[in-house]
């Protein structure tokens, strides 16, 4: 059946990422759908006001520990929009005049080799973070190139490791050794098109001279094999282990010794996530029936004992949360264990220190009622930083001592929108099968509740993701200020009340997460906020997939839908771009009965003619290597054989974020807002 549909597909020409028609195709769709935006009066001033926001330079810093006393980040401004990656002191960034020295100008480094280089992030060899493998992305793609670079001098080396344009995972051993998982060619990377083979590789080495010492299988579904490294204050790796990744959640850990590696008993449904006190620290998906443990838990073992016994583990708790709470970060310092608690969707940070054989807890004082981020843990002291953030609040940023408790607020963010009216509030929705869904409001106190209101409703639903409160610098500024309300639902799916939130809508239940959006949408109207007439909706990637759903099961409840870099073919999404490594969460077209029920929903297979749809805008890239864009471009194509007016907008950069930087994201979220202003305000 899946190949009766493909079959009858017209569109398939547009699954070819960059092929000639295809691009001209999307050429054409911007020439028609951006001057019905961009012509809009109201167009420029929302361009501007989200440019600002974007480009201000009293934005904080995204400062990250490099060691010592030095901190780094990643800078954005007006005159640097691909952006500085810069070092200063702790001691200077805390007194409010850091002297940043530039590390890497990106905006210089794509004049001169004429590239459209976006950022991908370094990975710096501990302890003294000198010597770093910088990742270069082609506009924004999820495959990059990798080249050594010495962050004291600022250059890159001439024969430094280097990497050619893939979707690599790498790490380093030891200044001379790096852990590179890498396809040598198209058979080595699986059908989703991630590597699948670990080697060792040694300065001056090529790549085909790599000792090879791990190898998945080509079948191996998820993101590929990729290594953890756990090192030692001192920088001496205490141990590596690869994962080799069976689907989107299950994997099997291999401990690296020597040219050979040990299985670990760990349970498949199961993540590594810090060494600290010689304690290796593992959350799990899934219950562990056998010990009795449940999923959310966090388990510890003896570094030492793993060694010894790495087919028969025996796992401590650490944690168990309660069934309002789940576990959303975990790190490590020099001493403690860190974990970031979500309870009710609202945050908070606990420093956990091993004694006599059990740990001990404490909660460390900072903002309350926001979302808690762990932003930075320091490896050679007790030190986190942490952004703290709620919708109407600014976000600030917090230095604590995780083994004092001692906490101090170094930056806070200016207001970007006047909230003296505004309320962020809480409410519950009853979900078809009873489930009670949260989801915040925000709104002008004055709203009225007629159901007048223009209401903007996000949702994700997927891939353990939650939608945790965060300052609302764009939607506060550019839609609740001119007198909309904006809404988040914490829908199934997502990780807001740990694995078993998310594990409620996986393949066969994928209904249960549709059916909460449906709900709170419900409830929003019941509520008197709004009414189908000025209710809209906007997801991304899963979460466009989720608005494709409403509209084609649904279109009654909304009259706008933002799709996002979407999934929209689900029969075929398995054989397009990167589908295939999200099975475990959707399922396989290739099983009957999952078949069927991806059939259901698939929102492709569903678009009809007739239909009270409203007309949609659908948002992606070209240089989306992970959600294709032949998903968005075939929904388009298809809405018009069947007569629908849509808009429809691809930049030819910007990757799965769909821009690639901070200009292209205040022009798309300016399009956006125009587009929401057209169908809920106007």
Partial sequence: MTEALAADDPYTWMEEIEGDRALEWAKAQNARSLPRLQNDPRYAGLYAEAQAIATAPDRIPGIAFAGGEKVRDFWQ?????????????????????????????????????????????ADCLAPDNRLCLVSLSDGGKDAVTVR????????????????????????WIDRDTLLVVTALSPDESTTSGYPYIARLLSRGQTLAQAREVFRGERKDGGYGVYGQVFRNVGGQVEAAI??????????????????????????????????????????????????????????????????????????NLVLRPTQSQSVEQVASTRDRLVIGLLDNVRGQVRSLKRNGGAWTSQTLELPSDSTLTLTSASDDSDRILVSAASYLSPTSQWLADAGTGATDRLRSLPPRFDASNMVAEQHWAASKDGTRVPYSVVRRKDAPMNGANPTLLYAYGGFLVSQTPAYAAIPGKLWVE?????????????????????????????????????????????????????????????????????????????????????????????????????????????IPAEREMLLSYSPYQNLKAGQSYPQVFIETSTKDDRVHPAHARKAAARLGELGYDYLYYENIDGGHAAAANLNERALRQALEYTYLMQRLMD
């Fill in 77 to 121: 401004d007006r005159t640097h929009v691909r952006g500085l990656w810069r070092e200063t002191d702790l001691a200077g960034y805390r007194s409010g005049a850091p002297v940043w020295r530039t590390i890497l100008d990106v905006d210089a480094l794509a004049r001169v080799e004429k590239a459209n280089w976006v950022f991908a992030g």
């Fill in 148 to 171: 050594e670079f010495d962050a004291l001098e600022g250059r890159f080396l001439d024969n430094g490791f280097r990497l050619p344009e893939g979707k690599h995972r790498f790490g």
């Fill in 242 to 315: 690869l994962a080799r990744p069976l689907d989107t959640f299950s994997a099997e850990y291999h401990l690296l010794a020597g040219d050979r590696t040990l299985k670990l008993a760990l349970p498949l449904r199961s993540t590594l996530q810090a060494l600290v006190a010689g304690r290796l620290v593992v959350s799990l998906e899934a219950d562990w029936a056998e010990t009795g443990l449940k999923a959310g838990d966090l388990v510890d073992f003896d570094l030492a004992a793993v060694r010894a016994t790495p087919g028969a583990l025996k796992p």
């Fill in 482 to 590: 001119k007198g909309g309300i904006y809404v988040v639902a914490n829908i199934r799916g997502g990780g807001e009340f740990g694995p078993r939130w998310h594990n409620a809508g996986l393949k066969l239940n994928r209904m249960r997460v549709y059916e909460d959006f449906f709900a709170v949408s419900e409830d929003l109207i019941r509520r008197g906020y709004t009414s189908p007439r000025r209710l809209g909706i906007m997801g991304g990637s899963n979460g466009g997939l989720l608005m494709g759903v409403a509209l084609t099961r649904r279109p009654e409840l909304y009259n706008a839908v933002v799709i996002q870099v979407p999934l929209f073919d689900m029969i075929r999404y398995t054989q397009i771009g990167a589908g295939a490594s999200w099975v475990g969460e959707y399922g396989d077209p290739a």
